[in-house]
Nanobody, 128 residues
């Protein structure tokens, strides 16, 4: 089970970025996949997750209405579309899977330690 995150970069406040999480070694469509972030000096926090086999999603309150998680099953990839970015969104973003579990709920998203498989981080910097 491997994950590779990409798509980070420098963006101005109000701008957009799309992060990608490519899965290897398993079919991610059947399992929960999540995005997390860690800002300097802060704990890692859940941003969003999507369930396997159904379209249910969860979001942190701080990103609701601005971020959208989605899947492309043909590419075995999960995306995080980030719009209306704010300086406080600056962090290293990680994707992870709750393999072999399939359900994404707000509680699962907040339980960072239960996610066993992680990709490398991708840095998002929101600054003018």
């Amino acid at each position: 089970v491997q994950l590779q995150a990409s798509g980070g970069g420098l963006v101005q406040p109000g701008g957009s970025l799309r992060l990608s999480c490519a899965a290897r070694g398993f079919n991610s469509r059947y399992f929960a996949v999540g995005w997390f972030r860690q800002a300097p000096g802060k704990e890692r926090e859940g941003v969003s997750c999507i369930s396997g086999s159904d379209p249910s999603t969860s979001y942190a309150d701080s990103v609701k209405g601005r971020f959208t998680i989605s899947r492309d099953n043909a590419k075995n990839t999960v995306y995080l579309q980030m719009n209306s970015l704010k300086p406080e969104d600056t962090a290293v973003y990680y994707c992870a899977t709750d393999y072999p579990e399939g359900l994404c709920t707000p509680g699962v998203l907040k339980s960072v330690n239960r996610w066993d498989y992680w990709g490398q981080g991708t840095l998002v910097t929101v600054s003018s």
